[in-house]
């Protein structure tokens, strides 16, 4: 999913739960409850290649997307600390995926087929209508929002 639904979703969870480290280790985990949904992703394929004189538009997006997502979290929450930590922790699977693109090792690759193809079989392997994969990043996002207002 895109990192405003995951960041969103992460500081819900901060907002929700009031023991820091299981508000840490749940949205940790979040991320890859959201990702089991079939959702659209945008395409970041040039800094998969390394191709970093194109990169420019990719990292713009992503940028964007982290953005919209703090935007978000500061217009509707309470702006306790948690909330932040919680958001930043549920982008944490992305950051080690986007580290194995870069820096392949072992563990790296390992969690990236774990995350990127287990994880995403449905959005793989599966070609759900577009409709339900925009709906599903929608109501992640609703969710959110009701969560973190409460
Ligand atoms: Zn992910």
Same mark, same amino acid.
């Given at each position: 999913?895109?990192?405003?639904?995951?960041?969103?979703?992460?500081?819900?969870? %901060?907002?929700? !739960?009031?023991? &820091?480290?299981?508000?840490?280790? &749940?949205?940790? =985990?979040?991320?890859?409850? =959201?990702? &089991?949904?079939?959702?659209?992703?945008?395409?970041?394929?040039?800094?998969?290649?390394?191709? /970093?004189? +194109?990169?420019l538009p990719?990292f713009s997006?992503?940028?964007?997307?982290?953005?919209?997502?703090?935007?978000? @979290?500061?217009?509707?929450?309470?702006? #306790?600390?948690? @909330?932040?930590?919680? %958001?930043?922790?549920?982008?944490?699977?992305? %950051?080690?995926?986007?580290?194995?693109?870069?820096?392949?090792? +072992?563990?790296?690759? =390992?969690?990236?087929?774990?995350?990127? #193809?287990?994880?995403?079989?449905?959005? +793989? +392997?599966?070609?759900?209508?577009?409709? /339900?994969? !925009?709906?599903? #990043?929608?109501?992640?996002? @609703?969710?959110?929002i009701i969560? =973190?207002?409460?």
């Amino acid at each position: 999913m895109i990192l405003l639904a995951h960041m969103l979703f992460g500081a819900a969870i %901060g907002a929700s !739960i009031k023991n &820091l480290p299981l508000a840490i280790i &749940l949205a940790f =985990l979040g991320h890859y409850f =959201l990702d &089991l949904f079939p959702h659209v992703e945008y395409d970041i394929e040039n800094i998969k290649n390394k191709n /970093w004189k +194109k990169s420019l538009p990719d990292f713009s997006r992503v940028f964007l997307d982290f953005s919209i997502g703090i935007i978000i @979290i500061f217009l509707f929450s309470k702006n #306790q600390p948690i @909330i932040y930590v919680c %958001g930043f922790i549920a982008l944490v699977p992305d %950051g080690l995926t986007l580290i194995s693109y870069v820096f392949p090792n +072992k563990v790296s690759n =390992l969690h990236d087929t774990i995350h990127t #193809q287990h994880i995403h079989y449905l959005t +793989k +392997k599966k070609r759900f209508p577009i409709f /339900w994969r !925009i709906l599903t #990043q929608v109501l992640a996002v @609703i969710v959110s929002i009701i969560l =973190l207002k409460s």
